[in-house]
């Protein structure tokens, strides 16, 4: 090492945990960032701890921009590792960011699908290997949504994958319809029938095409519970949701699909119709203005988001991501789409409380536990439900005791399985050893003799101790009669060691949302109308599962609606092809050829404004060369260009400033040529704006281009009255040339909704004329 050369360690608190890091710095300069330790979700970090390091060494500071979604842990990072390096007297030289000017992007696309989780993901890919244009946008600077949080297991039911797994034989005990019985019966028929006949139909053919587009090698899920009455839950070798994600963005992207992160809808944009035909988003330093045939919606929940959650979510630790805000709802909120059961929650009795009011799962460790003879207690030392039945009868069981809270007795031999588990899933060595050494907060982790572990997690000994006797009757006898739990799971206590875990009810998911046609999964309004173009997928929509999902069933609904989701936006995008658009075209003119003009802002804000309803599209004149009748039989390209476009326009705008009381030169140029060499104009419907420095607003320019416009040769038809002339025009824009003036704004919306009722009554008037 060089006596420049330093590496400098430190710790940052993230959102689960301690973070160890080491800052490698060479000359005053920020050569690496290297993290050593840390607790927080692998699925999420691996994901943003990358772009973190190259904003700190591309700028050479660590004042820059906390990753979005993972504003804690990213944060962290920063403002400890600025305070390390300075304490290091280590003096970095920031390389200035540069100041970009706010843009404004316009995407056009056959498929837009708004969220990166499981559903999304899987729609955004069904959609393109259909042959569709696809763009995915993402609120946060990492993919996944809730599902960075689950485990991979999900059901194979009727796929090809599933009869690898079981064999053919095996896999022929399972079908769509016996798996449609098991989820009404574990959410005691509160489903929707028919959205869990289209999961229940689609996984296996949805299991088939993601795992062929993305390479997934399902293996058979280590646990298979209960509540599924077949052996039929399929996982990934790592058992670990970020290796789909992962796979699935990168095929997807490998495959021509482009995703925008760190890209949050703000509203959605409709055609002249009313419908949905787009989406405005807001990303850094940027407005992203995405125009689709088809929409699909699959922003996930609203578990976070603690003014939408219901009562029955009141006292339940909540283990979901932060950012599931239900942004969907706010920006949907025009459309008054139809919602069912908001106050519904998928609640798991397997959880620790890592800080108040959130938990991680441990749904995999206590089954295992359970599976080895484990048995719950709650705070009087008293059993309180057989152990090994499903999930719903003791998560009841939790929620029923005064504090909510039950506890996992096990002997020496079960909890070096659950260790194994908990590290696997979630947990890391650090974390589960503070969590025994600090016993004066929850979550409760102790270990020692039966009457320690009492004491300390402050439960009633006599009756531990004497239901633990009981217990071990029980197991020797090979029966349970106080909760009749089969004897394949009574195993004696082994040795004079117990830990006990607490175990508290949690939930990440919610369970209602918004209702879907269970044929394609589009949108219905609270009229029971289909929302034209706009599709549902995953947690947003709920219904399928009921009021309560068996294992494995929420990746089972992402996966089977995302599949569905994304085929009927694809139905519907080339159903428009064949339709073609209805838009109409304008062709929008600066009447001017100098770099710099008001006018051309002024267009700018007529296609911010109206680019949703129309395809607006600015075009230049400052290529077409001053006329020369000379050049009649030697036609300029610019000018031939031009014609053509006007031809196939609906209707022109010309945005005119004024130059001595008339139009610019340039202009009255480009017309001559457009009324000699060709002759576009005739009978086309026309617009005049203008906006100038003074305070008339190119009045007299306008008066004069009608002039022009109307000569023989042009034959234009202009739209009369409607003047649009803006004063001041110095002061009527912001930065991304949008109009500053309400009033103005305004009367320009109401010129532009006449120029558009001109156009439709031109066509009628035109179409007449041919019939006659």
């Known amino acids: 090492m060089s006596q420049t050369e330093k590496q400098i360690k430190g710790q940052a608190m993230g959102h689960n945990g301690i973070i160890n890091y080491e800052v490698d710095v060479d000359d005053n300069k920020v050569e690496d960032l290297k993290i050593l330790k840390h607790s927080e979700t692998s699925g999420i970090f691996n994901q943003v701890i990358d772009k973190l390091k190259q904003n700190i060494i591309s700028q050479q500071s660590f004042d820059v921009d906390a990753v979005s979604g993972a504003t804690v842990m990213t944060q962290a990072i920063l403002d400890s590792a600025k305070k390390a390096v300075k304490n290091e007297n280590v003096q970095l030289t920031p390389v200035a960011k540069k100041n970009a000017k706010h843009q404004t992007t316009r995407i056009r696309t056959d498929v837009a699908v708004i969220g990166g989780g499981e559903a999304g993901l899987v729609a955004a890919c069904r959609a393109l290997s259909l042959g569709q244009k696809v763009v995915l946008v993402e609120k946060n600077g990492y993919l996944g949504g809730a599902t960075i949080l689950n485990g991979s297991n999900v059901t194979g039911t009727g796929s090809k994958v599933a009869e690898r797994i079981f064999g053919k034989q095996i896999d022929q005990q399972d079908s769509p319809e016996r798996l449609a019985n098991d989820v009404a019966v574990e959410c005691k028929h509160t489903n929707l029938p028919q959205l869990t006949h289209l999961m229940?139909?689609?996984?296996?053919?949805?299991?088939?095409?993601?795992?062929?587009?993305?390479?997934?090698?399902?293996?058979?899920?280590?646990?298979?519970?209960?509540?599924?009455?077949?052996?039929?839950?399929?996982?990934?070798?790592?058992?670990?949701?970020?290796?789909?994600?992962?796979?699935?963005?990168?095929?997807?992207?490998?495959?021509?699909?482009?995703?925008?992160?760190?890209?949050?809808?703000?509203?959605?944009?409709?055609?002249?119709?009313?419908?949905?035909?787009?989406?405005?988003?807001?990303?850094?330093?940027?407005?992203?203005?995405?125009?689709?045939?088809?929409?699909?919606?699959?922003?996930?929940?609203?578990?976070?988001?603690?003014?939408?959650?219901?009562?029955?979510?009141?006292?339940?630790?909540?283990?979901?991501?932060?950012?599931?805000?239900?942004?969907?709802?706010?920006?949907?909120?025009?459309?008054?789409?139809?919602?069912?059961?908001?106050?519904?929650?998928?609640?798991?009795?397997?959880?620790?409380?890592?800080?108040?009011?959130?938990?991680?799962?441990?749904?995999?460790?206590?089954?295992?536990?359970?599976?080895?003879?484990?048995?719950?207690?709650?705070?009087?030392?008293?059993?309180?439900?057989?152990?090994?039945?499903?999930?719903?009868?003791?998560?009841?069981?939790?929620?029923?005791?005064?504090?909510?809270?039950?506890?996992?007795?096990?002997?020496?031999?079960?909890?070096?399985?659950?260790?194994?588990?908990?590290?696997?899933?979630?947990?890391?060595?650090?974390?589960?050893?503070?969590?025994?050494?600090?016993?004066?907060?929850?979550?409760?982790?102790?270990?020692?003799?039966?009457?320690?572990?009492?004491?300390?997690?402050?439960?009633?000994?006599?009756?531990?101790e004497r239901t633990v006797d009981n217990y071990q009757n029980f197991a020797k006898d090979g029966k349970d009669p106080e909760f009749g739990r089969d004897k394949q799971y009574l195993h004696e206590y082994e040795g004079h060691t117990y830990y006990l875990i607490e175990q508290c009810a949690r939930f990440a998911t919610t369970l209602g949302g918004y209702s879907a046609d269970p044929k394609n999964l589009e949108l219905i309004d609270k009229q029971n109308q289909p929302v034209a173009n706009y599709f549902g997928a995953g947690e947003v929509v709920g219904g399928a599962n009921g009021h309560d999902s068996m294992p494995s069933m929420m990746n089972t609904w992402g996966i089977s609606s995302g599949y569905v989701a994304g085929a009927s936006a694809t139905q519907n995008a080339n159903q428009h092809k064949v339709e073609g658009s209805d838009d109409k075209k304008i062709t929008a003119i600066v009447g001017t050829n100098a770099s710099k003009s008001y006018n051309r802002r002024l267009l700018n804000a007529m296609k911010n404004l109206f680019g949703s309803e129309a395809d607006f599209e600015i075009h230049e004149i400052k290529d077409i060369p001053l006329f020369n009748e000379d050049l009649m039989n030697d036609e300029p390209l610019a000018v031939k260009e031009l014609a053509n476009t006007i031809e196939e326009s609906d209707g022109v705008v010309i945005a005119v400033p004024e130059y001595d009381h008339a139009i610019p030169a340039a202009l009255k140029s480009t017309i001559e040529w457009l009324s000699c060499a060709e002759h576009p104009f005739k009978d086309k419907p026309v617009m005049i704006v203008g906006t100038s420095l003074g305070i008339q607003g190119t009045v007299r320019a306008q008066m004069n281009l009608r002039q022009i416009l109307d000569a023989p040769g042009v034959d234009a038809s202009i739209m009369p009255g409607n003047e649009f002339m803006l004063p001041q025009a110095a002061n009527q824009f912001d930065e991304n040339d949008n109009l500053v003036d309400a009033g103005s704004e305004d009367f320009l919306k109401q010129c532009f909704d006449n120029f558009m009722k001109y156009i439709a009554a031109s066509e009628v008037e035109e179409k007449s004329v041919s019939v006659s």
């Not at 997934?216 to 209960?226: E, G, M, N, R, V």
């Not at 060595?429 to 572990?453: A, H, M, T």
């Open 200 to 464: 229940a139909h689609n996984i296996g053919p949805a299991i088939d095409f993601i795992s062929e587009f993305a390479g997934l090698d399902y293996q058979k899920a280590q646990t298979q519970t209960p509540e599924h009455s077949v052996e039929r839950q399929i996982e990934l070798p790592t058992a670990s949701s970020y290796e789909f994600i992962q796979k699935v963005s990168k095929a997807f992207e490998a495959k021509g699909g482009k995703i925008l992160l760190g890209t949050r809808v703000e509203g959605l944009t409709f055609d002249s119709k009313g419908r949905v035909n787009g989406l405005t988003a807001e990303a850094d330093n940027e407005t992203v203005k995405i125009k689709a045939a088809s929409l699909v919606l699959a922003a996930g929940g609203y578990g976070a988001n603690k003014q939408m959650r219901g009562p029955e979510s009141k006292g339940i630790d909540y283990y979901g991501p932060m950012t599931s805000t239900g942004d969907a709802y706010v920006f949907n909120e025009d459309l008054n789409l139809k919602t069912h059961n908001l106050d519904w929650y998928k609640v798991y009795p397997h959880g620790v409380q890592v800080e108040p009011g959130i938990a991680k799962l441990t749904t995999y460790a206590s089954k295992k536990a359970t599976d080895m003879g484990s048995i719950y207690v709650n705070s009087d030392g008293k059993r309180i439900v057989n152990e090994s039945d499903v999930y719903t009868t003791f998560r009841d069981a939790i929620l029923n005791q005064s504090d909510k809270i039950a506890y996992l007795l096990m002997d020496e031999r079960t909890w070096k399985e659950v260790y194994q588990l908990l590290v696997l899933h979630d947990f890391t060595e650090n974390e589960i050893k503070k969590f025994f050494e600090d016993q004066d907060n929850r979550p409760v982790f102790v270990k020692g003799s039966l009457d320690d572990v009492a004491k300390k997690a402050g439960i009633n000994v006599t009756n531990l």
